[in-house]
């Protein structure tokens, strides 16, 4: 029998196809955590930006304050949108409440959201909704469905509510489930819910789960649901297996050392060190989820805006290989200077360190292709490259310098 909330395989299928083939997509962390961007009173709080409020353990009152602050008259949904596209990527997952409880859309069940406590008074996610329409890119949203240290019920604030004075049934129920609702038909169509750490008890997840898929039966729900109920498997932060996952899963990650904007986090890393880590990921079956931090005014940080155009000029050269491409059907070994993506016909070798004597070696080749020909996916009319077998390697022969010291990607044709 199929309970209610079980698809079968063929709409799963379906529902997942465009998640499939897009690989490569844009977290936004944007709330009212921007405002005080890691420093409270003075002192520079350690840790994730967005996690200010339990670091310092800020009492709510005085945290609903910055509400008053946050007027990010530069927001210009369009232009997030077109930065995200022209980073390649393919959809937008933005916080429309993160643990601090403070809803960044129009809500009916609580004043603490952006319209009604900020100066701004305006929705961003409803502009983000419209311009993603517009262009024609996935629109999702993060939504913290079990810390919420504003609400009396949620969990995690403990110094301003006794833990054992919560209900957090009531909660799910009659807050949670109510503003899912909003979101799913006001914002429609959710393309993901991004549910994060897990949900309390199997029940509550079942439960939750039931009500977005009867409200949008078409929306991806994520891993963190709990409980083995997503969509799809979320590794942790920034954690990237060291081998091929076979069935959906997604990466989310970051671009220094936080989620939410830090005035004072400079260590982004490199685009050369993004482009290597989407073809690691894309290599072993999964999307990465790429996150951005915009600041109190609205804008997302300069640098961000750079490394996603180097990014975004890497794969619209070579996005053939990266696109709607399946995990390496060859076994890669982790130190490999090289990774594989493939689709029918063809394998695509992305070698990220070039070989200095001229040959590369791909472990494993044999058995699994017939190489009929072998040529660089950017310039393919300069003529195939030579190859050879050594037992069940394929040897390649390569000129002295790569076309891409980052990734230079040879194609395999069978
Ligand atoms: O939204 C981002 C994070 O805020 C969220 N997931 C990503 C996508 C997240 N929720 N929980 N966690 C991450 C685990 C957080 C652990 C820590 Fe901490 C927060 C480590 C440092 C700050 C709590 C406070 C444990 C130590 C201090």
């Not at 609205?298 to 975004?312: H, S, T």
């Not at 070994?333 to 070039?354: E, F, M, N, Q």
Request: glycine share 8%; with cysteine; net charge neutral.
């Amino acid at each position: 029998m199929v309970d209610s909330i079980e698809e079968i395989k063929e709409q799963h299928d379906k529902k997942m196809a465009w998640w499939r083939e897009a690989k490569f997509g844009m977290f936004i962390h944007w709330g009212l955590y921007a405002v005080p961007a890691g420093v409270w009173k003075g002192r520079c709080i350690p840790g994730i930006g967005e996690w200010i409020m339990y670091r310092a353990r800020i009492p709510v009152k005085e945290y609903e304050e910055l509400a008053k602050r946050f007027n990010p008259v530069k927001f210009n949904a369009k232009e997030w949108v077109r930065i995200a596209k022209e980073a390649g990527m393919r959809y937008i997952i933005i916080t429309a409440k993160h643990h601090d409880g403070f809803c960044m859309f129009d809500t009916k069940y609580t004043d603490y959201n952006i319209v009604k406590a900020t100066p701004f008074g305006r929705d961003p996610l409803k502009e983000l909704a419209e311009a993603c329409k517009e262009e024609g890119i996935k629109l999702g949203f993060y939504y913290s469905q079990t810390l919420d240290w504003h609400h009396p019920d949620g969990l995690g604030n403990d110094w301003d509510y006794d833990p054992a004075k919560k209900d957090f049934t009531r909660y799910l129920r009659e807050y949670v489930k109510p503003q899912l609702k909003e979101l799913l038909t006001n914002y429609a169509p959710v393309a993901v819910i991004w549910f994060d750490i897990g949900t309390p008890t199997p029940e509550l997840a079942r439960e939750l789960k039931e009500w977005v898929r009867k409200l949008s039966p078409d929306t991806i729900i994520s891993g963190r649901i709990g409980h083995g109920l997503g969509d799809y498997r979320e590794m942790g932060d920034n954690q990237i297996p060291d081998h091929k996952i076979e069935g959906d899963w997604e990466t989310p990650a970051t671009l220094n050392d936080t989620w939410g904007y830090k005035s004072y986090d400079h260590n982004w890393k490199s685009p050369g060190r993004i482009i290597q880590t989407l073809v690691d990921i894309v290599s072993k079956g999964g999307n990465y989820l790429l996150n951005v931090g915009p600041t109190a005014e609205g804008e997302i940080p300069e640098p961000c805006v750079r490394i996603l155009k180097d990014v975004g000029r890497w794969l619209k050269a070579n996005g053939e290989s990266i696109y709607g491409t399946t995990a390496s059907p060859i076994e890669t070994p982790p130190d490999a200077p090289y990774r594989c993506t493939a689709k029918p016909g063809k394998l695509y070798v992305h070698v990220l360190g070039w070989p200095w004597d001229g040959e590369l070696r791909i472990f494993n080749v044999k058995n699994s292709m017939k190489i009929k020909r072998a040529y660089f996916l950017t310039d393919p009319n300069r003529g195939g490259l030579k190859f050879r077998w050594e037992g069940e390697d394929l040897i390649v022969d390569v000129p002295e310098k790569p076309l891409d010291p980052i990734d230079t990607v040879i194609v395999l044709e069978s």
